[in-house]
């Protein structure tokens, strides 16, 4: 299996970076390509090469660099694509986090939601598939919810 970490160059060292996480299939990739504008090909089947994707990206004015991590289900890993995405968020210190979360399977997500709260890094929840959620009959109460976990 090969790594491939995002490598800093001297302009995005400089550039506040913003990793997206979450569980495999939540649309992580699809949002990486919405906020860059870079198409990535997405795979999650155990085996294949772990990549880590990183674009940049202009958010309220300022520049940022995103960084699109492997799909996991747990930041305790057991799995190569989980430690690439553990050893990321350990090794910046001033990294920004969104988590993509699918709104129909939300408990699953959580777990992930709280070993990121644990870590103490910021963190913005997006939940994503909220149309496949509807349509199953599940409701989020997206201002408890937001009150619970005390951030966005």
């Given at each position: 299996m090969t790594k491939?970490?995002?490598?800093?160059?001297?302009?995005?060292?400089?550039?506040?970076?913003i990793a997206l996480?979450?569980?495999?299939?939540?649309?992580?990739?699809?949002?990486?390509?919405?906020?860059?504008?870079?198409?990535?090909?997405?795979?999650?089947?155990?085996?294949?090469?772990?990549?880590?994707?990183?674009?940049?990206?202009?958010?309220?004015?300022?520049?940022?660099?995103?960084?699109?991590?492997?799909?996991?289900?747990?930041?305790?890993?057991?799995?190569?694509?989980?430690?690439?995405?553990?050893?990321?968020?350990?090794?910046?210190?001033?990294?920004?986090?969104?988590?993509?979360?699918?709104?129909?399977?939300?408990?699953?997500?959580?777990?992930?939601?709280?070993?990121?709260?644990?870590?103490?890094?910021?963190?913005?929840?997006?939940?994503?598939?909220?149309?496949?959620?509807?349509?199953?009959?599940?409701?989020?109460?997206?201002?408890?919810?937001?009150?619970?976990?005390?951030?966005?």
């Open positions: 491939n970490r995002p490598r800093k160059t001297a302009a995005s060292e400089k550039m506040p970076r996480v979450g569980n495999p299939n939540v649309g992580k990739s699809v949002i990486f390509g919405w906020m860059t504008g870079q198409y990535v090909t997405v795979s999650n089947f155990p085996g294949t090469t772990v990549e880590v994707t990183q674009g940049n990206s202009s958010l309220g004015g300022q520049r940022r660099v995103i960084v699109d991590t492997p799909g996991i289900n747990s930041l305790i890993p057991m799995s190569e694509d989980e430690r690439v995405t553990r050893d990321i968020l350990l090794e910046d210190e001033d990294l920004q986090v969104i988590q993509v979360c699918d709104a129909k399977n939300l408990r699953r997500g959580l777990m992930i939601t709280l070993q990121l709260a644990e870590m103490e890094k910021p963190v913005v929840l997006v939940l994503n598939m909220a149309d496949e959620a509807k349509e199953r009959g599940v409701a989020i109460d997206h201002r408890r919810l937001e009150q619970s976990l005390e951030f966005p």
